[in-house]
């Protein structure tokens, strides 16, 4: 008999969290110490949905997303999960780019891009100051209109090469384009500049363990392989319920970490909308997917320090459709070595390029294994000439894509950093059209990525607490009292 995730699980609890990506992660555990009785549903056999990892014979352990994020998740980590993991925060030291463009490391900060920019593509200090600051000042209750490409030509018109320092990171990071509002690029890029680029040490395996073990100290209810098939929303548009393998739970309220045009038009269902809404939520934009190549190296076997993370391109110019296309020119490399993972004897690669799902969605099967064999092999074509010989030294090599994150992490074709712009606005106003129906997760570029994800689950979770508090639901040590 195949074995029941939800044995023993209640018939009610004040929030269900329907999916544990870093953003339900995060939404769970503040919802747990404010006193509430949360129920956390997660389809997956892990926790964590794109803050994920795998393992592979011989002992490798294969990171997904951990190439880097700004320094405020410190801060988020320390606030919202525990001084441990704060603790495990730590700096990287080499970004590099390499390009025909061209070719240099920096540390990735305001006062290292300050020194670029002067010294090698002969900026003024002047200019330099006034684009930071004005990036620096951006923020959502901004202009909107304004695209990041009409910003680029305000202060660097005709800098091609200005343009790809400052924005193929921010690309690779978020998915962003040159056409996306300019405070989504502002707010982003600031972030990462107030002191660098950062990682997690011990990798996202140990991340993931640790804040499960905040989520049980703090009463979650954990189910893994629980996929959640609908929200139940009653005739007076308040959520009543969620049905998840098979089952009713009932619930005050939800916080959905899924997709947010699948929260709307699949799990909840577009009749309980108006239609209106219903119109603004097929129209949000997804954000493109990924390709990743995994290379782990014999045990022992490593190279010498090329970077933490190198931005790759073989294209003339900065190009969103070269760096979504199928025929690469452009990779991401993350260079992990021992001290990523403290006692092991371990370098890995990993690749990642941005990737168009409509592009892998078709293939045949024998097509689709073909095209990966391609991708892993002119990934180590590429890589050679920064780490040579790899090829005698690779012990382990696959390829995921974006059919891969579809099936993880159910996102509509496999997005990997949520939607566009418009899909912020849908995720917050959704409490408006249901009562107690809350979004938080990968929307809008700015709540996207490790501290984005993070950040939105505390802002959503306050939300809720709110809106419980405004609906009388009594928290467990209120009722006591
Ligand atoms: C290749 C790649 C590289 C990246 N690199 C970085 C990086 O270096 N730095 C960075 O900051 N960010 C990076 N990101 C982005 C970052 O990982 C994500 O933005 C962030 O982890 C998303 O968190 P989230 O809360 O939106 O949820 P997700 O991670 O999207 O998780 C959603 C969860 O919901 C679950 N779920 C969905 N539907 C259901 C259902 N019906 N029932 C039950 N469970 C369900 C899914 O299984 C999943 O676990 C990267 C992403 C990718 C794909």
Redesign the pocket.
Known sequence: MSKDFLSDVRDHYDVIV?????????GANVLAKAGYSVLL????YQ??????WFKRRGGHIFD??????PIGMIKSCRKYWTQEIADSIVPLKGIRFENPQFSLWTSFNREDFTRILIEKFGVTAETVQAFFDAARQMNYYDDQTTTTRELFERFFPGRSDVVRLLMEPIT???GSTLEDPALTYGIVFSNFMSKGVYTFQGGTDKLIRQMREELERNGVDIRIR????RIEVNPGRQVSAVW?NGKRIACQSVL????IK?TVLN?AGEQNFDPSFVEETRAVRLNN??C?VYIALKPGAGFDYCGDLLFHSEHSGFDIDAMLSKSISSRTF?FYYPETRPGSDRWLIVS?TNANYADWSTLSDEEYEADKQRLCESTLDCLEQYVPNVREKVDWLEA?TPRT?RH????LEGA???TKFEGLKVSQSLPQQVSGLFH????GII???????VN??VIVANEIDKHLTATGALRPSAAAS
């Open positions: 329907i999916g544990s990506g870093l953003a339900g992660l995060t549903l997660e389809h997956h926790l964590g949905g794109m803050a994920t997904i997303s951990l190439h880097g994020f690779y990071a978020n629980s996929l959640v098939e998840v959905s970490n899924a997709n699948s799990l997917s990924s990743q993350s990642s995921s994150f993880y992490t159910r996102h990997s950093f949520g938080a997760g990968s929307v709540m996207s990525g490790w501290l984005g994800a939105y689950g």
